[in-house]
């Protein structure tokens, strides 16, 4: 009987998102924090990588945890055209699947951006990515392609010669694509079983990199907030229609952080956006112009607001008031942005050094740095208590040497 | 063998429009069809998917099949076949099985098959056994896939660098031109020109990559608040080169232009200054020795349109985020004789140094990207590869 009962419970585990798996941009919630404990924080390359592996091509997107299993996407070829997406073992790196596709948009992007640079997403039973080409892939998490779309071949005008990069998001079973740019730009809802289009509306014609956030309130409907130049628009996921817009602008680069029914927008600098019970508008709650973040997203964390510049300098805020409290000059640049776990920030700079940042100390506090020697650019995930950061030729998983 | 004669029967039947019966190879047959039936923004995602599921799990001599059904199918399509030959692929080698060599080898050879199948024949078989990949290579120099002659033209730069480093310079020099000839990469042109250069000898990158090179421009025309891309000015209703048009401030009209720049850049702000908020046309005339299909590819940072004996090829209002070589690939069909190409370009209103540029590039290819030429005057030319 038992035996039957944990059959049962393995199926039914089957195909489920498990507490502590990264499952798509800065993680399940899209914020980057991260309930895992245990991860290193005074890193040392002889006794933290856990593993690294070579990468058959570029990218920036970041890793996913599932289980055991890591997946990551990349673009290889002499035209970037190769799109690649492996399955890794989490314990050893080991490559449980390869598969590649031809890209079917345009792989024209910036030298330092890549063809992989939007982050995939899984509901656990499935893996969606997608890439700058607007080349969209549905696969099990075993690799078999169960359908695939070619945004740039419906839509000629949806490309961006500097690339693309919004990663996907998920909100109640719907696949929001945000494919932005100067020409024609627009956001999709994509039935997750058969990649069709339930919606798809216009939006500002404007080259976007920023990724949705979806906020679920309180009755546990969910809304997209989507990031443009126009502001905040929050969307219904089942019909894309408009609930409520904050128009006073936001960057077009780093993305919102969601902290409870607070949005904090890079907008006028750093702008919180208190969304109502009901989330059917919102108010204005603070703003301040001395947390500008540059390319790394904010992150919410307890009762304070972090927010990296372009000049390396991480500056700490009280979350309910915006009031900057201290700042801390750390080695950037940063393309990538910041995670937070067990009172401790990790980002990695543009030069490949992971800094890790004790949240605890008065004014912050510099625990550890690691060099990796090559250019990172990715948003790091964290599962297994392990992180797992990629550059455009490995992967790497840093733990405790105890967790191996 | 026997999928491929089930194939061939349904492809001539018209992809499957008939009741199939329940036999492994009409299951197998209706879900290649399934595949190739996808068509744009995912109609037929579904039956494909129950397809995947079925194909996946044929053995390995469905592959050649499967490469086979890649002909002529869309992109969809085309990315379909390949996970199933992926999956196929993986399994047989997970379970230590033998891969077809043989009959990969074969489609590979054969040219009637699609560049893009027979492209991962080729690296199926490098997976399977590097050592006869490696005899295939020097084969490949002048295939219509451009993937595959890179490995050959990769091959004989190799060669010729050693020839260089013995001093052979002169049978360097010619396994340089042999690779210049074959090459249709970008970066692997500039390498061979590069090094024949340092050889002391001439290289024509214009001729090679066929950039059209001589011009009539007017303008300007203005594009306030960037309204000009949708506007209608003069020359898109009349082109002929005699006529006279309003532009910003008084009549314009047609001006001759050669460009001597290698790569064919067409330089508005050479003519008319470094304007803010303006449009501009260009308009050559190609002459072709055959009615064919061609592309033109185009490279321009600017917002523009294209067209092809008056009628709108394509057009795209992206300002200043990036130029390159074939940056833009139009399928087009040239008619014998004279072909009238018109271009609109757009400056925006930007002031940032990287917004200066107010140009483009053109050229004439077939697929490959091997140039088509404009016949001369004389007519010599034709097409020169």
Same mark, same amino acid.
């Given at each position: 009987?038992?035996?039957? %009962?944990?059959?049962?419970?393995?199926?039914?585990?089957?195909?489920?998102?498990?507490?502590?798996?990264?499952? /798509?941009?800065?993680?399940?919630?899209?914020?980057?924090?991260?309930?895992?404990? /245990?991860?290193p924080v005074k890193l040392d390359i002889e006794k933290h990588i856990a593993w690294k592996v070579e990468l058959p091509g570029k990218g920036l997107s970041s890793p996913l945890v599932m289980g055991n299993r890591v997946f990551v996407t990349a673009s290889g070829g002499t035209r970037q055209d190769r799109l690649q997406i492996l399955c890794l073992s989490s314990i050893d790196g080991s490559v449980i699947w390869h598969r590649q596709f031809w890209a079917m948009g345009s792989t024209?992007?910036?030298?330092?951006?890549?063809?992989?640079?939007?982050?995939?997403?899984?509901? /656990?039973?499935? %893996?969606?990515?997608?890439?700058?080409?607007?080349?969209?892939?549905?696969?099990? %998490?075993?690799?078999?392609?169960?359908? %695939?779309? /070619?945004?740039?071949?419906?839509?000629?005008?949806?490309r961006n010669s500097l690339g693309m990069a919004s990663s996907l998001v998920l909100s109640s079973g719907v696949i929001v694509a945000q494919v932005e740019n100067d020409s024609e730009s627009f956001v999709a809802g994509l039935d997750k079983r058969s990649g069709r289009n339930l919606w798809k509306i216009n939006r500002p014609k404007s080259a976007n990199w920023t990724t949705a956030t979806v906020h679920k309130s309180k009755s546990g409907k969910e809304q997209v907030l989507l990031q443009s130049g126009k502001g905040i628009h929050a969307i219904e996921p089942d019909s894309g229609n408009v609930v409520w817009h904050y128009?006073?602008?936001?960057?077009?680069?780093?993305?919102?952080?969601?902290?409870?029914?607070?949005?904090?927008?890079p907008s006028q600098g750093l702008t919180a956006l208190k969304i109502s019970e009901d989330g059917k508008s919102f108010t204005q709650k603070w703003r301040s112009g001395r947390l500008r973040p540059g390319t790394a997203s904010p992150l919410a964390y307890r009762n304070h607001i972090y927010s990296l510049n372009n000049a390396g300098v991480l500056a700490c805020a009280d979350i309910d008031s915006g009031k900057r409290l201290w700042q801390l000059r750390l080695d950037g640049p940063f393309g990538g942005s910041p995670i937070v776990a067990g009172n401790h920030l990790y980002v990695f700079s543009e030069e490949g050094v992971a800094q890790v940042v004790d949240l605890t100390a008065p004014e912050g506090d510099i625990s550890g740095k690691m060099d990796l020697g090559e250019m990172i650019q990715c948003s790091p995930a964290v599962a297994n208590g392990a992180l797992y950061v990629r550059s455009n030729s490995r992967i790497w998983k840093i733990a405790r040497k105890t967790r191996l | 063998m026997k999928h491929t004669r089930i194939l061939l029967a349904l492809l001539v039947t018209g992809l499957g429009n008939f009741e199939f019966g329940i036999s492994a190879d009409d299951e197998f047959s209706k879900s290649v069809a399934a595949l190739r039936n996808v068509g744009s923004e995912g109609e037929g995602n579904l039956a494909a998917s129950q397809a995947m599921e079925y194909l996946s799990n044929s053995g390995k001599e469905a592959i050649p099949t499967l490469l086979s059904a890649m002909d002529g199918a869309n992109p969809f399509a085309?990315?379909?076949?390949?996970? *199933?030959?992926?999956?196929?692929?993986?399994?047989?080698?997970?379970?230590? +099985?033998?891969?077809?060599?043989?009959?990969?080898?074969?489609?590979?050879?054969?040219?009637?098959?699609?560049?893009? @199948?027979?492209?991962?024949?080729?690296?199926?078989?490098?997976?399977?056994?590097?050592?006869? *990949?490696?005899?295939?290579?020097?084969?490949? =120099?002048? $295939?219509?896939?451009?993937? =595959?002659?890179?490995?050959?033209?990769? &091959? =004989?730069?190799? !060669?010729?660098?050693?020839?260089?480093?013995?001093?052979?310079? !002169? *049978?360097?020099?010619?396994?340089?031109? !042999?690779?210049?000839?074959?090459?249709? $990469?970008?970066?692997?042109?500039?390498?061979?020109?590069s090094e024949l250069r340092e050889l002391g000898r001439n290289v024509n990158l214009t001729q090679h990559f066929g950039f059209l090179t001589n011009w009539n421009l007017v303008g300007p025309f203005h594009n306030k608040d960037r309204a000009g891309f949708d506007e209608v000015f003069g020359p898109e209703k009349n082109f002929a080169?005699?006529?006279?048009?309003? +532009?910003?401030?008084?009549?314009?009209?047609?001006? !001759?232009?050669?460009?001597? $720049?290698?790569?064919?850049?067409?330089?508005?702000?050479? @003519?008319? +200054?470094?304007?803010?908020?303006?449009? +501009?046309?260009?308009?050559?005339?190609?002459?072709? *020795?055959? $009615? &064919?299909?061609?592309?033109?590819?185009l490279g321009c940072k600017n917002a523009w349109k294209i067209w092809l004996n008056g009628k709108l090829v394509f057009g795209r209002d992206e300002y200043h985020r990036g130029m390159r070589i074939d940056q833009y690939k139009l399928p087009v069909q040239l008619n014998k004789g004279p072909n009238i190409i018109l271009i609109k370009a757009c400056q925006n209103e930007q002031k940032e140094e990287w917004t200066v540029q107010w140009q483009f590039q053109l050229r004439v290819c077939d697929a490959t990207g091997t140039a088509i030429h404009s016949i001369s005057k004389t007519g010599s030319k034709v097409a020169v590869k």
């Open positions: 009987m038992k035996k039957h %009962l944990l059959i049962i419970w393995l199926v039914v585990l089957a195909g489920r998102v498990l507490a502590g798996d990264w499952t /798509g941009f800065r993680g399940p919630f899209g914020n980057g924090v991260s309930d895992e404990v /245990g991860l024209m992007c910036h030298s330092k951006t890549s063809i992989a640079a939007p982050t995939p997403v899984t509901d /656990g039973a499935s %893996l969606f990515a997608i890439f700058s080409s607007n080349d969209l892939f549905c696969l099990d %998490l075993d690799g078999k392609l169960k359908w %695939l779309r /070619g945004l740039t071949v419906d839509y000629p005008n949806a128009s006073d602008g936001a960057s077009t680069i780093p993305s919102s952080a969601l902290k409870g029914n607070i949005l904090y927008v | 085309a990315n379909y076949l390949r996970g *199933a030959v992926e999956v196929i692929f993986n399994k047989t080698l997970e379970e230590g +099985g033998s891969l077809p060599l043989i009959e990969l080898g074969e489609f590979l050879l054969n040219k009637s098959h699609d560049t893009k @199948p027979r492209a991962m024949a080729f690296d199926l078989i490098r997976r399977t056994d590097a050592g006869v *990949a490696n005899r295939l290579i020097p084969g490949l =120099l002048g $295939d219509p896939s451009v993937d =595959l002659r890179r490995e050959a033209i990769s &091959r =004989l730069l190799i !060669q010729a660098s050693d020839l260089v480093k013995e001093n052979k310079k !002169q *049978a360097a020099v010619l396994i340089y031109r !042999q690779a210049l000839d074959a090459a249709r $990469d970008l970066d692997q042109i500039q390498t061979i020109s080169l005699d006529t006279e048009y309003k +532009g910003i401030d008084e009549n314009v009209t047609w001006k !001759q232009y050669a460009t001597d $720049d290698e790569y064919g850049m067409v330089d508005f702000n050479e @003519p008319y +200054g470094a304007l803010k908020e303006v449009t +501009g046309y260009a308009r050559t005339t190609f002459i072709s *020795a055959s $009615d &064919r299909p061609a592309e033109l590819r």
